[in-house]
C-alpha cells in the first residue's frame, strides 16, 4: 500500500518513542482556539505528553478517531517490550484497543492502519503474524512500509484511524479480486464508514497472474490506479471522487515518469473538480517487487445528504507545474491537505535555511490551505511529518511546536528515504470543517 509515510525521533525523544509525534503550527503571535469540532482523547491512567511532546494520543472529530503513530511501549512502564517484531505489534495493538476504547470506538472499527517497519524483509511475516490476531475477520484496509529507521530500537510502527461506535462499519468485497487474509495478507481491499472509503494500498500488479506488470514506474502506476478503480467501483464510486492519494515510490529518481502516468489517469471533468490531494515519498522498500505503491481515500455516491467533494483553492497561490494535485479537498467535514515543502509561495522556491526554516514555512503554507477550505488549524485532527534526516527532528520540533501551543492534532513521524526538490521536511494534514453532524458540513 501507499499511504506510508514515515520517521524517528532522536535522543530528546527517546524518552517516550511509543509515538511518531504530532505536529506544530500557527503563529506564534496566534495560539490556537479551543477545538469545537474536534476533540482530544485522553486516555486513563497513560502519562500526559503534551508539555513535552506537541502531539495528543487520539483525536474525534466527525465519524473518525484519529490515532498518532505508536511503538509496542508498555504505558506503565515506558519502555519498549521485549520479543522483537511479533511482541512490539501485539503491544501497539493492545494500546491502539485502550486508546478505540477510551475514544468510544473498538478495534472492529479500525478503517486503516500505516505500518512502517525498519526491515520488511525479515519482519513483514512475524509482523502480519501478530498483526492478523486482532483482527481475525473483516480486517481493516492497510498500508506497509519499510522506513530507514524508527526511534530507539523499535522494529514497527504502527498508526490508525477507526470510526466510532454505532458508525456502520464495512469491508469491500472486489469482483475477481483474491481474498488477502486467506492468503496471509491480513487487509481488506477498502473499508467503508457513511459512505467515505478508505483504500489499501495497490502496488502495480496484474490481478490475474498475481505478478507485477513489466515496464517500469509508469506501468506500474498505471496498473496500480486501475487497481484502485476497481476497488472504488465496487464501493459506488469512482476516479472522480478520491480526495487524497499518498504515494510510496522506491527510488524519488522515478518521480518524474510516475507523475506523467498518475496525471494521466484522472478523469477530465471529475465530480472534484480538479486533482485530488496528495503527499509523495522515498521508502526504502515495499513488500513484493514494485517500485510504487498508492493508497487513496474517497467519496463514495452514497455520502449522507449527497455531498459532492470538493477541492480547495488558496487564494494567490501559484499553478504547481509538474506536480499533479490539488492543494486539498474537502468532504464530510474533513479537509485533506495535501504534503506542504517550505515553499515561499511567492517565489515557488524552498526556503533558505535547512529544515527549522522549511518547517515554519510549510506550517505557514498548511494554514493558508486549511483557512482557504473554511477551518482553522485549531481543528487539524492529524499530521504526517516526513524528514530525510532525523538529526533534523529537533529543529523541526522546535520550529512546529508553536503552531499548536494547546490540543496538538495526532501525529505520525517517521525519515523517509527522500523529498520531491529535495526539500528536508513535508508535512500532510487533516482539519475538521467548522462543525460536523452526520458528515455534513454545518454554519454554526
Known sequence: MALVRQFLLQALVIAVPFLLQGCGTSDDSQ??????????????????????????????????????????????????????VQEETKQILKNLGELLQAAGSSMQQVTLCSVSLVNITRDFKDMNQAYSSFWPAAPPARVAVQVAALAGNASVEIQCTAALDGKNRTTVQVPGFPDLAAKGFPLSWATKVDGMLYLSGAQGMDMATGKVVSGGVQAETTQALQNLEKVLQAASSNAGRVVA????????????????????????????????????????????????????????????????????????????????????????????????????????????????????????????????????????????????????????????????????????????????????????????????????????
Open 31 to 84: 495560539p490556537s482556539k479551543a477545538r469545537k469540532a474536534s476533540e482530544v482523547v485522553n486516555v486513563p491512567g497513560w502519562p500526559d505528553v503534551k508539555g513535552k511532546f506537541p502531539l495528543s494520543f487520539g483525536i474525534k472529530a466527525g465519524s473518525l478517531v484519529y490515532a498518532s503513530g505508536m511503538q509496542g511501549m508498555d504505558m506503565k512502564t515506558m519502555k519498549l517490550v521485549e520479543g522483537g
Open 245 to 444: 492519494c499518498s504515494v510510496s515510490l522506491t527510488n524519488m529518481s522515478d518521480f518524474s515518469e510516475m507523475n506523467q502516468a498518475y496525471q494521466a489517469f484522472w478523469p477530465k471533468s471529475p465530480e472534484l473538480g480538479g486533482l485530488p490531494s496528495r503527499v509523495c515519498v522515498e521508502v526504502s522498500a515495499l513488500a513484493g517487487t514494485g517500485k510504487v505503491e498508492i493508497q487513496c481515500t474517497a467519496a463514495g455516491t452514497d455520502v449522507p445528504h449527497g455531498e459532492v467533494p470538493s477541492v480547495v483553492k488558496v487564494p494567490g497561490w501559484p499553478e504547481m507545474k509538474g506536480f499533479p494535485f490539488s492543494a486539498g479537498a474537502k468532504v464530510d467535514g474533513i479537509a485533506f491537505i495535501s504534503g506542504n515543502q517550505g515553499v515561499d509561495m511567492k517565489t515557488s522556491k524552498l526556503v533558505q535555511g535547512g529544515a527549522g526554516p522549511e518547517t515554519t514555512q510549510t506550517l505557514k503554507d498548511i494554514q493558508e490551505a486549511v483557512k482557504a477550505s473554511g477551518t482553522g488549524l485549531q481543528e487539524v485532527v492529524a499530521c504526517e511529518v516526513s524528514l530525510r534526516d532525523m538529526k533534523d527532528f529537533a529543529a523541526v520540533n522546535k520550529a512546529y511546536s508553536s503552531f499548536w501551543p494547546h490540543e496538538p492534532p495526532s501525529r505520525v513521524a517517521v525519515q523517509v528515504g527522500a523529498l520531491a526538490r529535495g526539500a528536508a521536511v513535508e508535512i500532510r494534514c487533516l482539519a475538521a470543517l467548522s462543525a460536523a453532524m452526520g458528515g455534513m458540513e454545518i454554519t454554526v
